[in-house]
């Protein structure tokens, strides 16, 4: 078996996936095929691009996306340590500057001495040697075509969206505020306080919006993918439903009247300047100009700069219950490895964490070592588990509590229950990582300053 492991995509699964292989002392040829050829979300070159938001989601490890992450820096994930270095103000989530982000990500990757950046778009796996695949939700017409005839399976797809982002400039002050929802953090967030005017007036015209045409085969299916909907499907499920969902005005009180608005719009900073801000939840397919016409009547965006609008873009991804164990590794063949929003692991940090158990297998398997199977009291552990373990009609799944295993004894209160739920899966990961002789290791240094 060949040493050096391929991996295919440039994402955060496939960084990921790269960087712990080659910091397991195992060389990687990593395959990204932009520039040369770019997708319909993609707009840079750069690895680890973010095309939906620019949040990874909280960092609290009593949110189960904060676990998720806790667990992650205890692996020693590429991917957090650039996000972190990248951070922008957020409230307790997590937010990066897009462009700073995917400039760290490139330069850690670029360099490793014992990884290998190839610009070139990959139509054939490799069936000699260990290979991740991690080409993401974007996967190329020619390398999908190739995983179905590999796997046997027929593509599952969903369609996946992206919120505009406007300048920071452009907004009215006058006519917004500045908050946190129940004033947790900082007052990251600027808010667009809406009357039940403005809003039934907002909802009206954004039902009556020209969308951009689907193609043949998404006419044919058009499923959407629940975490990351159009705000106008959400809106057509009910005149109600953006005020229960994305512009919920929970924990949120105008200063200029000590009132709770009908409705709020939320901005969230985009790059490290503070010069950007999208519009948190408003990922849309709407025509640019319609876009535009409904946005702009949103409190204090009616002279809005649309630095980008919303776009909805194909996703892909394979029936992993079928197809792999919870190592990732294909059941027809262990050493093809998948990783990523391919394997059903919804989120920008879901992807990164197959990615690194994927890339920690990967070279397990090439140094002869069994791979590993994370304890299920861990998200990430309990996250793999589902999607290559879930039966009936599966979904991809995002990290939540509902994976892991109850406690014992029950704990009734749900602030006391998700304390014990981190407190467990810290305990167990440094049981594990002790057993197994890991731990965190190849650290960025002075990459990026």
Not at 3 to 29: K, S
Not at 297 to 312: D, K, N
Not at 315 to 344: C, H, K
Not at 404 to 421: D, F, H, I
Request: glycine fraction near 10%.
């Amino acid at each position: 078996m060949s040493r050096e492991v391929t991996v295919i995509g440039g994402g955060l699964a496939g960084c990921e996936a790269a960087w712990q292989i080659a910091c397991q002392g195992v060389p990687v040829m990593l395959y990204e095929m932009r520039p040369k050829r770019m997708t319909p979300a993609h707009r840079t070159g750069q690895l680890a691009e973010l095309v939906c938001s620019n949040s990874l989601g909280s960092n609290l490890p009593t949110r189960a996306p904060g676990l998720l992450k806790q667990e992650m820096r205890m692996l020693g994930s590429l991917i957090l340590e650039c996000a972190d270095r990248a951070a922008v103000p957020a409230g307790m989530a997590l937010a990066v500057g897009r462009e700073a982000f995917s400039a760290l990500v490139t330069e850690a990757i670029e360099g490793h001495p014992l990884i290998r950046l190839v610009r070139e778009e990959v139509t054939s796996i490799p069936r000699e040697g260990v290979t991740v695949v991690a080409t993401g939700p974007l996967t190329s017409d020619a390398l999908a075509q190739e995983i179905v005839a590999l796997l046997g399976e027929d593509q599952l797809y969903f369609y996946d969206a992206m919120a505009p982002i406007v300048t920071l400039e452009s907004i009215d002050e006058q006519k917004v505020f500045r908050a946190s929802r129940y004033g947790r953090g900082e007052a990251d967030y600027i808010n667009c306080p809406m009357t039940r005017e403005e809003y039934d007036r907002f909802v009206e015209a954004l039902l009556s919006a020209e969308r951009i045409p689907l193609r043949d085969f998404e006419r044919e299916d058009p499923r959407f993918f629940e975490a990351c909907l159009p705000i106008e499907v959400l809106a057509a499920r009910g005149h109600e439903a953006l005020a229960h969902g994305p512009l919920k005005p929970v924990g949120l009180r105008d200063p200029r009247t000590g009132q709770r608005p009908y409705a709020v719009v939320q901005l969230r900073q985009d790059n490290l300047a503070g010069t950007l801000y999208n519009l948190v939840g408003f990922q849309t397919n709407l025509r640019w100009s319609e876009q535009k016409r409904v946005f702009s009547l949103i409190p204090g965006l009616e002279h809005a700069e649309w630095v980008r609008f919303g776009q909805m873009h194909r996703n892909t991804y394979i029936n992993s219950p079928r197809l792999l164990e919870p190592t990732l590794q294909w059941r027809g063949d262990g050493s093809l490895l998948f990783a990523g929003q391919i394997v059903g692991t919804e989120g920008y940090m879901g992807s990164a964490a197959s990615g690194l158990v994927a890339g920690m297998n990967a070279a397990r398997l090439v140094r002869g070592e069994q791979p590993i199977i994370l304890p299920t009291t861990t998200m990430l552990g309990a996250l793999l588990y589902y999607v290559t373990r879930a039966t009936g009609d599966w979904q991809p799944m995002k990290p939540n509590f509902g994976l892991l295993p109850p406690l014992t004894p029950a704990v009734r209160s749900k602030k006391a229950r998700y304390e014990a739920y981190a407190e467990r899966s810290k305990q167990d990961l440094e049981t594990f990582l002790v057993a197994q002789g890991l731990g965190a290791s190849c650290p960025l240094g002075n990459v990026g300053g």
